[in-house]
């Protein structure tokens, strides 16, 4: 079992840039595709970024195409979330997350066993 630690959110404004980290601890990182999701108020988990074992493959939500890059470091045990360009939208609690198989990075929350605790990011106009 792996457990998970996000960290990095904050309050920004339009256009500023946020790097989000998430460090896992139990059982190494490389076991696991990972994912990035996010929570806005009363709505329900929506896929950001996903991102295979080895970063070889990596896929995003159209909506953040060309602002944000997910990357991972195995030997650091820590996945990425790279944001510029951030929009007012952008604002919700980002989870990362971790599945396996390592080669599956999916885009469904439920294909995700083990989450971290979220951190907020606020972006004001």
């Known amino acids: 079992q792996v457990q998970l630690v996000e960290s990095g959110g904050g309050l920004v404004q339009t256009g500023d840039s946020l790097s989000l980290s998430c460090t896992a601890s139990?059982?190494?990182?490389?076991?696991?595709?990972m994912g990035w999701f996010r929570q806005a108020p009363g709505k329900e988990h929506a896929f950001v970024a996903a991102?295979?074992?080895?970063?070889?493959?990596?896929d995003y939500v159209d909506s953040v195409k060309g602002r944000f890059t997910i990357s991972r470091d195995n030997a650091k045990n820590t996945l990425y979330l790279q944001m510029n360009s951030l929009k007012v939208e952008d604002t919700a609690v980002y989870y990362c997350?971790?599945?396996?198989?390592?080669?599956?990075?999916?885009?469904?929350?439920?294909?995700?066993?083990?989450w971290g605790q979220g951190t907020q990011v606020t972006v004001s106009p």
């Open positions: 991102i295979d074992w080895n970063g070889g493959t990596t």
């Open positions: 997350s971790a599945t396996w198989p390592p080669w599956n990075a999916e885009r469904i929350p439920n294909k995700y066993e083990f």
């Open positions: 139990g059982r190494a990182l490389s076991n696991y595709a």
